[in-house]
């Protein structure tokens, strides 16, 4: 399909008239949500650090959030406003920053992702429910499956699970994503594990035809489950993530419950 046909699909800067409304809100409540967060760095590029946000107790499953913006833009801290539902009654959630393309490769993001996991879990002594937005949702799922002794569930909100379009879209062109950048890194063609009832994929109703086929792509094929979110989109999503009393919300506590019983019934046996 053409170029202009894959940017239908996945160009919101294009396709959202309130797209750059959505980022200057996201900025502006999460500069002025106070939060007593720690830095913690798992590599010596200034990008490479994690927000960690209360103290979780050993053994229990600490929620982590993962940005979007395409693996080339956007920042963890504009996020901060969806980490208060995220960290939910136990009060601790980790907020994971990763270095951009073209700076760095598609596979070197991927292992900034597992390095950061890895490192929040051998300190904190935790499992991990990764939450990921937009590419974000992408790095959620890939951590679920390469790291599968650490993150017990994953979320992808508005995820990418199968990147093979993205070499015919604007960021060929942007930040020079081809082919042979994609091997090996779509959830879609690499998820080998028995199944995936431990990945939720939510995806709002409004969001482009590509976006609903990959969700419900993955979940068919590898047996996760889809959740659509009624009156929102891309970027609007989030908002519903943050709402606590969004049925969005409400399905995400859930879901990180059920990976803490969960883990608690097989460690007890």
């Known amino acids: 399909m053409t170029l202009s046909y894959w940017n239908s699909q996945f160009q ?10 959505c980022l200057t809100r996201m900025t502006a409540r999460s500069d002025a949500l106070w939060l007593d967060l720690r830095t913690i760095s798992y590599g010596p590029d200034a990008r490479q650090v994690i927000e960690m946000m209360g103290t979780p107790d050993a ?11 395409y693996w080339r833009a956007l920042t963890a801290s504009v996020h901060r406003y969806v980490l208060p539902r995220l960290a939910g009654q136990a009060g601790a959630v ?12 598609l596979a070197e993001i991927i ?3 597992l390095t950061g996991l890895s490192l929040i879990a051998a300190q904190t002594g935790c499992r991990l429910v990764v939450v990921g937005h937009s590419a974000g949702g992408h790095l959620a799922i890939m951590s679920a499956l390469r790291l599968p ?35 090996g890194h779509s959830p879609q063609e690499n998820w080998n594990t028995p199944d995936a009832s431990h990945v939720l994929l939510a995806i709002g109703d409004a969001e482009t035809p590509e976006f609903h086929r990959q969700a419900q792509q993955f979940a068919t094929t590898h047996g996760a489950r889809v959740i659509t979110v009624p009156d929102c989109h891309h970027m609007t999503v989030l908002d519903v993530l943050a709402d606590p009393k969004s049925g969005l919300s409400h399905e995400i506590q859930t879901f990180i ?10 460690s007890g046996s």
């Open 12 to 21: 919101f800067t294009k396709l959202l008239p309130d797209f750059q409304d």
């Open 59 to 69: 053994g229990t499953v600490l929620p982590v959030f993962i940005h979007g913006g």
């Open 94 to 105: 980790a907020n994971l920053e990763y270095r951009l393309l073209p700076d760095v490769t």
């Open 111 to 113: 292992e900034d992702a």
């Open 149 to 183: 002794d650490i993150v017990v569930g994953a979320v992808g909100v508005s995820g990418i699970y199968d990147l093979t379009p993205l070499q015919w879209s604007f960021l060929r062109e942007e930040v020079g994503l081809e082919a042979h950048d994609l091997v």
């Open 257 to 266: 419950q059920s990976t803490n019983i969960g883990r608690s019934s097989t």
